[in-house]
């Protein structure tokens, strides 16, 4: 249930790339979800991401995502919608209560609502899309360069939840062929039951820190330089995702100088498309952000391009 919320190697193009780029691939896009106020630049920036989990393979984790970004969006609408009262294009009056006075819902507001929507969306459509690219232990390898042993903390933190989840259902698969039904019974049986699994679950969990313990020494950690097992060798296709993503950004900072990218909500709604140059740099940001998708879609269809790149 669990595993498609952490990262599993499938060799795929975006998997394939150099943490350092996909980091700043990934950076890029956060940033700019939470700097563009523009409704049009958000829902592009939205599309590209959804493109690249599909690169990923990995629309089906996305749709859980989804569900929770929904259900907090319309919420977030709800609640701007009826405390918000900047906005001048009233369409809704509704009742006098105490202390708040005459509910009123303006279309601003909801407007404001559904783009904070959008934008929250997005968001976690990135943290997603980092899940299915970027392997733990490689962001971990690239701080480890700078502090090895605060890099050691993270790497066993971040690892110790999935591990407890693929444990814990390793430990319930065997109780169950054991004849230990979790579903039967009354409510404290079952939860003797569930403490049991929890028990074994504990005595693993210890009997795994010693065994890290004993491979850190058998490895000499903490008696000199730290050396590494692997390096990722950086390629043509990390170039030209990190020269596609620096052209996005260049064209991000002028879009907002200028005032392209952003959008006033309050008191008025200002305009979307404010001259040529909206839909120019808009254009720009999204093909420069859909190059890792297509290297992507060639990877997978090309060989001859998979080995050049």
Known sequence: MFEQFFYQDKGLFLQRLHPAAALTYLGLLLVLALLFTNPLYLLGLLLVVILAIGAAQGLA????????????AVLVIILNSLV?????TIIWWGPRLPVI??????LEAVCYGAAMGVRLL????????YNLIVHPDKVLGLLARFASRS?????????????????LDNIREVQILRGVDFHAGTL????????ALMNILLLSSLEDSLEIAEAM????????RRSSYRQDAWRPRDSLCLGSTLLALAAAVYGQVRGCSTFSFY????????GPMTVILLLIILLALSVPVVLSWGWQRCPYFKAKI
């Open 61 to 72: 984790a996305w749709e859980i995502y989804l569900r929770i970004s929904l259900g907090m």
């Open 84 to 88: 918000a009262r900047a906005g001048e």
């Open 101 to 106: 006075g005459r509910l009123t819902v303006s």
């Open 122 to 129: 997005t968001i976690m459509s990135v943290f997603c899309l």
């Open 151 to 167: 890099a050691l903390v993270l790497s066993l933190a971040t690892r110790m939840f999935p591990a407890m989840v693929r444990q």
């Open 188 to 195: 404290t049986e079952r939860f003797s039951r569930y403490a």
């Open 217 to 224: 020494q058998a490895r000499a950690f903490g008696s000199g």
């Open 267 to 274: 008191p008025q709604l200002d305009y979307l498309i404010k």
